[in-house]
């Protein structure tokens, strides 16, 4: 079976959705596919085509002011002559817009069966944009079916368009061989004693991720315990701002702002780390969380859009009431009592070693037996042969 995954943004860009559509593409690979992924050329030094762990990259010119608005274009030739050279048997679109509307006209022309699979942004901010609702609308009916990665994004999906019978639910994936426990010497190169609690961030350091808040009440969680150490793995329109702010405070000691790590060096990080806390605004299934918890490391989170299926309370993690459970891209504010909410979660993680262990161990089992590449290839797998078939007999 060859299969073509179309995203918008590929590797080497860093993100959840990038690192899925990658790994993806690599674990079909291993099981004897043919994959192709295809995204945009968001770096000049990024080769337009390559090889690389036996899949076929090519990515799509991404021109300045204009370059997204063509890729409906771009996209679309790319895939008519890949399908001339490549025979593609399946498309599986990473996003409902653009690549999932690429996929419908590719469907239509020649007959190719293709799946989406919704991450999130699409449907919650442009949603109901006029302009962009008939092409949402056209790719929900043309596809054979679309994956919401969460609930949350299944229902966000069948309210803007698509059928309820073609319309599933279940969450990314994990390589659980990667993120393992294993005993890390990073500490000593980041200058954090090994009795210092520290507490992983790894987030894109933007509004929807809640990143503002863990610097915010910084300072009430190191005046009850400075044995704690915040490390803060990403970057963003925040990241400024962050920084500023541990400044003016006087909290430079306890934090570390490493910029962007690239996937394969993160699992280092998540294991000289204590517990990890992902205060989401919007969140579909976070993979970096999937990634901590499979590493053996608990969590705390809010209890918004995906995040409360993947982590189980006082489990695997602590999840955090926020008094809202909808996931937005915009920062409302969060309320006194939801502060205190995620102040107490955090804290309680600080001041309870065993339970960080336990919570930990429970999160590994938790994750590989949910959450690994294996269970979810089987899957994608069935839903492709379906695809296939259904095709076949029309």
């Known amino acids: 079976m060859n299969i073509c995954i179309v995203g918008t943004n590929i590797p080497p860009v860093i993100g959840g959705l990038e690192v899925y559509s990658y790994e993806l593409a690599r674990q079909l690979v291993k099981k004897g596919f043919k994959v192709c992924l295809v995204g945009y050329k968001t770096f000049k030094k990024s080769p337009s085509s390559e090889e690389k762990d036996g899949i ?16 409906f274009i771009f996209a679309y030739l790319l895939l008519k002559k890949l399908h001339k050279n490549f025979n593609i048997d ?22 190719i069966p293709f799946i989406i699979t919704s991450h999130g942004f699409e449907l919650i901010v442009r949603g109901k944009q006029l302009l962009i609702k008939p092409f949402i609308h056209y790719a929900f009916k043309h596809a054979f079916k679309i994956i919401g990665v969460s609930k ?50 790894l987030r894109r350091l933007h509004p929807k991720t809640g990143v503002q808040y863990i610097v915010q009440i910084a300072p009430e969680l190191i005046e009850g315990n400075t044995n704690v150490h ?10 400024n701002n962050m920084k500023n702010f541990v400044n003016k405070k006087s909290l430079d000691k306890y934090f570390t702002f490493t910029g962007g790590i690239p996937n394969h060096q993160v699992v280092d990080y998540i294991r000289c780390s204590d ?6 605004l919007a969140e579909a299934t976070s993979i970096a969380c999937l990634e901590v918890m499979s590493c053996a490391k608990p969590v705390v989170v809010s209890n918004v859009g995906g995040l409360p299926e993947i982590v189980l309370h006082e489990k695997t993690g602590i999840i955090v009431d926020f008094g809202k459970i909808d996931s937005t891209y915009q920062d409302y504010g969060l309320s006194t009592k939801a502060l205190q909410n995620l102040k107490n979660g955090i804290r309680f993680l600080i001041e309870n070693k065993d339970q960080r262990e336990k919570l930990g161990c429970n999160a590994r089992k938790f994750v590989i037996r949910n959450y690994s590449w294996d269970t979810y290839l089987q899957k994608i797998l069935n839903i492709y042969k379906d695809a296939k078939s259904n095709n076949e007999l029309n």
């Open 152 to 201: 949350e994004m299944s229902q966000f999906s069948i309210n803007a368009g698509a059928a309820i019978n073609k319309t599933i639910t279940f969450a990314n994936a994990v390589d659980t061989d990667l993120f393992s426990p294993s005993h890390s010497n990073l500490r000593n190169k980041l200058g954090i004693a090994k009795d210092v609690v520290l507490i992983l961030i």
């Open 275 to 280: 517990f990890s806390v992902f205060p989401s």
């Open 56 to 71: 076929t990259i090519y990515r799509i010119p991404n021109l300045p002011v204009i370059g997204n608005k063509l890729y």
């Open 90 to 111: 399946i498309v599986h679109a990473q996003t409902v817009v653009p690549s999932g509307f690429v996929g419908a006209l590719l469907c239509r022309k020649y007959k």
């Open 230 to 239: 915040f490390l803060v793995i990403g970057t963003g329109p925040l990241e």
